[in-house]
């Protein structure tokens, strides 16, 4: 399923002539600069430069003034799964990890992820049982023995909380 990707999110207007403020979920803002349409193809970028403090500022083609601009202000920008770059060995994008069913390595139905953090030290994958309750395992090899769609995530049952 080529599900939207979220690249970045507007947090505001910058400025009078209609640019905006994004905090960014990716590698910066040279890998956003990669895509020129975002929301299927209903925001076109016309420029993208970085806010030194780990943001970017944007213009695009569609927002004329600060009015407009305010009015993004939440917008999540996506663009189709099938436009990010491949991948290499043991990558991963979160939104391909987001939803996979997780089983333990002795075959016990442990529920699915249902996000992917990361604190400074690595990712971590939320898993919520079937019960509803959750717990959190490192995105470490030793910890999730592997992962793949329609396989789902095998999780080291020393790992498992």
Request: net charge negative; hydrophobic share 40%; with cysteine.
């Amino acid at each position: 399923m080529d599900r939207p990707v979220t690249l970045a999110a507007v947090v505001g207007a910058h400025g009078v002539t209609g640019e905006v403020r994004l905090k960014l979920f990716g590698e910066g803002v040279a890998a956003l600069k990669r895509y020129r349409a975002f929301n299927d193809s209903a925001l076109s970028l016309d420029k993208l430069r970085d806010d030194g403090k780990g943001g970017a500022i944007a213009r695009f083609a569609e927002v004329a003034d600060r009015t407009a601009a305010e009015k993004l202000r939440g917008t999540l920008l996506t663009v189709p799964r099938s436009a990010l770059p491949p991948l290499g060995e043991g990558e991963y994008y979160h939104a391909d990890l987001v939803g996979l069913p997780a089983v333990s390595t002795t075959g016990e139905d442990l529920g699915h992820c249902i996000a992917v953090e990361n604190f400074g030290a690595g990712d971590i994958l939320e898993i919520e049982r079937p019960d509803g309750k959750r717990f959190m395992v490192p995105m470490r090899e030793e910890a999730v023995r592997e992962w793949s769609n329609p396989i789902g995530l095998v999780i080291d049952a020393a790992y498992i909380g």
